[in-house]
């Protein structure tokens, strides 16, 4: 999961993390077509049986991946990469399921995953199409979502001002329950 470990923590927060990002990740447009799991060859990084990305494989850069745009989710999973934290390609409800690349936590910190939706849905579990966004200081989200065209930095009050988004249904962050991306390497 852990790539380069001292570039897992970008040292400023908000505006200006965003703008100390590649611009590859910064100039990003908005596909809603190009979410994680969508077939090939629309998106390039979905993984089948002997195709890059599946496992003993390699994972594509996550710029060559965001050619085409993206959508919330593929956006903040190439940040993520960025910075060495691999997730795989989940759909919004299994990020929230997931236990075993991410876990859920109560106060973000830098580089934790997001998800705002507007409530809960009848028949759908939780997290079905939710938006993900990367936490990157104290009240400062980078995102990328269908009304700003291209990934911004919003206050956490922008999105409960928006009623997609009103609720913040919870956070993730990268590795395990009781390690992950802030602690130390383990010496083998």
Known sequence: ???????????????????QLPEALRNVTYSGAR??????PECPSHAVDGAAGAP?????????DLAGGANCQRYAYAVLRHFGLLIPPLRSAELWADTVATHRVEC??????VLFDGGPAEDRPPGYGAHVGV?????QVLHLCREAGRPVVWRYPDFAARARYRRLLGVKRAGRAGRDFADPPRER
């Open 135 to 139: 936490h990157l200081g104290p009240d």
């Open 56 to 64: 003993g494989r390699p994972v594509p850069d996550p710029f060559d």
């Open 35 to 40: 979410h994680p799991g969508a077939a090939t």
């Open 1 to 19: 999961m852990f790539d380069e470990y001292g570039r897992q923590v970008p040292t400023a927060h908000g505006t200006v993390a965003f703008r």
């Open 108 to 113: 973000p910190r830098p580089l934790d995953l």
